[in-house]
């Protein structure tokens, strides 16, 4: 055999090798807890804080697992009537859905009655989704203010999230985080602002704010 016939099967070895280490590394990572594997740890992570960054955050880590083929879906408690935002177009682009509750109230209403009564809807709606095993992240964007003002009880989001496969991830982002909700959670991050350009009379931009 040529000089030149050995290096071309040295390299066919070497691409045969790597394949079948390949092949290997994919079994392990089903086995010991890749995206979907048995072995995966879901975590309760809560983005709260003054600073900007909280949902921003969320959607990056939805972002990030929806490229990793999890299924994930984001319920956001406070939402603009028919608000389009950049995020809602990008997130239909990638078909991951989305579900605003209580849509058109806000915790400025005026309607406290009314806004409890959407808030707890919008709880029971998310209950269910944490509950149903059909998704592997569940993102509640602005969720403390619901557990802050009393709309839904600490102690049934506690057992909700107890009773979840423990695979499920649930992102909870919002300002005020309960300290319950902070002693029981896996990652906890404060945004804190150290400047923002609304204080210089910039104001909010469509693809930076909303
Ligand atoms: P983002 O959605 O940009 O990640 P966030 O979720 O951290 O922000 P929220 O408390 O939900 O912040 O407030 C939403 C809006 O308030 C955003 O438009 C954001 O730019 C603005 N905002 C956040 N922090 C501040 C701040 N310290 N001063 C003024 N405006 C702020
Ligand atoms: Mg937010």
């Not at 070895?13 to 072995?39: I, M, N, T, V």
């Not at 005026?110 to 919008?122: E, M, P, R």
């Not at 009773?163 to 992102?171: E, G």
């Amino acid at each position: 055999m040529s000089e030149q016939g050995e290096e071309f099967k040295s390299l066919e070895e070497r691409r045969a090798a790597k394949q079948q280490e390949l092949e290997a590394q994919r079994e392990r990572h089903k086995k010991e807890g890749g995206p979907s594997g048995a072995r995966r740890r879901g975590l309760v992570i809560v983005n709260t804080g003054n600073g900007k960054g909280k949902t921003t955050a969320a959607l990056g880590l939805m972002l990030r697992a929806s490229g990793r083929g999890l299924k994930v879906k984001l319920f956001q408690f406070i939402k603009h009537e028919r608000a389009k935002f950049g995020e809602h177009r990008s997130l239909e682009k990638l078909e991951v859905p989305f579900q605003g509750l209580g849509d058109g109230f806000t915790w400025r209403s005026k309607d406290l009655d009314q806004s409890a009564a959407l808030g707890q809807a919008g709880w029971d709606a998310a209950k269910e989704a944490i509950l149903s095993g059909e998704w592997d992240m569940v993102v509640l964007d602005e969720f403390t203010y619901a557990l802050a003002y009393g709309w839904v009880a600490w102690e049934d989001v506690r057992a909700a999230l107890e009773a979840r496969d423990p695979k499920v991830h649930v992102i909870i982002t919002g300002r005020r985080a309960l300290p319950e909700l902070i002693e029981f959670a896996d990652t906890v991050t404060e945004m804190q602002p150290v400047k923002h350009a609304y204080e210089a009379g910039i104001g909010a931009q469509a693809g930076i704010e909303h």
